[in-house]
């Protein structure tokens, strides 16, 4: 199946996605890697209000190249997101529904996903020329201290997605491979 | 003896920086669209049209072709017959590097300390290897490695009972451990023998050959190939989706070892295999 979603993902709108559907996303998502969820975890635990409403919100795993003059932005494809795996289920818990990186997750971020209905998007790792043209405004929306790896806040317009683990736990990465290879061999 | 002027190494660097980071290589770049071709699995062929798009658009804007413009892996072979005037080798490769990342809008990776994990800001240091070879060129090569791969790879010492069998399971294994985590499709890097730190090295190495270029030996050329079809029944795809195309290739570098050893290492790379070369 092929959607198209616009932010904010509310449950009730992820509840439909199945994993290797296809996504075409807008509106405005967040940017964290590990160092930015690091600090928004321990925020989380300190009972303090995060930079960004976390209600909903989306968050895409990515440190992007510096913009050159006139650009909105460099090249923005996904990083690996089992480094997130340790913060993720405390941003779950506390509202975020979508998340969108590359590579598997953990049992403990799977399971919380599925407890709140999170979804895990796939972006083309390594596309991030094509990727950055889906991104129409980029802001630092806090740790600019952190350079790349500093909060964005990005407005996307159909930005292509692939659904890799949806809310009921089911994961591309197992049934893509298992579909290919009872077809082929 | 012939003199080349650190500045110009400066210079060099710094071009090949950007280069590297924004063109991919033919060699690459051709496997990718045989692959493209001969892949039947639609979810795997969409994802290499979308990784040949990106290459196009990168190749055509100078735009970097993936956000991870690496540690910036400096090779440099010095001919014995060469004075470098003008300052130290090392700071012009490294002020080359500091150049090339800041000019080229290029990402800046590097933490200064691991564990205390500060930004140096420029991308230094450079990771450089230095040889020495017979006459008076200079070769550089840089190439930048992504560590989405880099962290997928592994070494293990095996035993030499393992044998040549030993090496084939522990090569599938790390791509099997690997899976989905460096964006496959991938290039495969082998080193054999040396010692632990050679090993390692000669994987890296590995990843600098062109890709339609196998070992010059024949065993070796053989077992590259079998190791890269092996890989392809794995049904990891593009992004592990599911799909033939794992790998566009193994290459393979080896050296003599200890009576004792047989170390392997398996240094992964992701589809954008970049290294750019120049002689001066």
């Given amino acids: ?185 | 003896m012939r003199e080349i002027s650190v500045e110009t190494v400066k210079r060099t660097v710094a071009r090949l920086c950007v280069e590297a980071n924004c063109h991919l290589p033919e060699d690459v770049r051709a496997r990718l669209r045989d692959f493209r071709e001969q892949e039947t699995w639609p979810v795997a062929r969409n994802v290499l049209d979308q990784i040949l798009e990106n290459e196009r658009i990168a190749d055509s804007q100078e735009a970097p072709i993936c956000q991870d413009t690496g540690m910036a892996c400096v090779f440099v072979e010095v001919g014995q017959e060469v004075h470098f005037a003008g300052g130290s080798l090392a700071d012009a490769i490294n002020e080359g590097v500091r150049w090339g990342y800041g000019e080229g809008y290029l990402r800046k990776s590097v933490v200064g300390d691991p564990l205390e994990r500060k930004n140096t800001g420029d991308n230094t240091p450079a990771m450089i290897y230095y040889d020495l070879a017979p006459g008076d060129v200079c070769r550089i090569t840089v190439a930048p490695k992504g560590f989405g791969s880099e962290n997928m790879s592994q070494i293990k010492m095996l035993r030499p009972s393992d044998g040549v069998e030993g090496v084939k399971d522990f090569v599938l294994q790390v791509v099997e451990d690997a899976g989905p985590n460096p964006c496959p499709p991938i290039v495969v890097g082998v080193g054999i023998g040396g010692t632990f730190d050679k090993a390692a090295l000669l994987a890296k190495q590995a990843l600098l050959r062109p890709l339609d270029q196998p070992n010059d030996q024949p065993f070796y050329a053989a077992l590259e190939q079998e190791l890269l079809e092996k890989i392809n029944q794995k049904g990891i795809g593009p992004q592990g989706f599911g799909g033939r195309t794992t790998a566009l290739a193994v290459n393979i570098c080896t050296m003599p070892t200890h009576i004792a050893g047989l170390p392997c290492a398996v240094n992964i790379n992701c589809h954008v295999t970049r290294h750019k070369s120049a002689e001066l």
């Avoid at chain 1, 509310?10 to 690091?38: F, Q």
């Avoid at chain 1, 209905?117 to 596309?127: E, Q």
């Avoid at chain 1, 500093?150 to 949806?166: G, H, K, S, T, Y």
């Fill in chain 1, 1 to 185: 199946m092929e959607y198209r979603l616009t932010t904010p993902l509310t449950r009730e709108a992820l509840a439909p996605l199945k994993k290797g559907d296809l996504v075409y996303l807008s509106g405005v998502i967040y940017t964290a890697r590990d160092a930015a969820h690091k600090r928004l975890v321990a925020l989380a635990k300190e009972g303090k209000e995060l930079p960004f409403p976390i209600e909903n919100a989306t968050i895409y795993y990515v440190g992007p190249t510096p913009a050159k003059p006139g650009q909105v932005i460099g090249s923005a494809g996904p990083t690996t997101s089992y480094r997130m795996d340790a913060y993720s289920p405390t941003l779950i818990a506390l509202g975020e529904t979508g998340m969108i990186g590359k590579g598997r997750r953990s049992q403990e971020v799977i399971d919380a996903m599925k407890a709140h209905g999170a979804v895990y998007f796939g972006a083309i790792g390594g596309a991030g020329a094509l990727l950055a043209k889906c991104i129409k405004k980029a802001e630092i929306v806090a740790y600019e201290d952190l350079g790349a790896e500093a909060v964005r806040r990005l407005e996307v317009e159909d930005m292509p997605l692939v659904v890799v683990i949806d809310s009921l736990g089911g994961n591309l990465y197992e049934t893509g491979r298992a579909d290919y290879l009872e077809e082929t061999v």
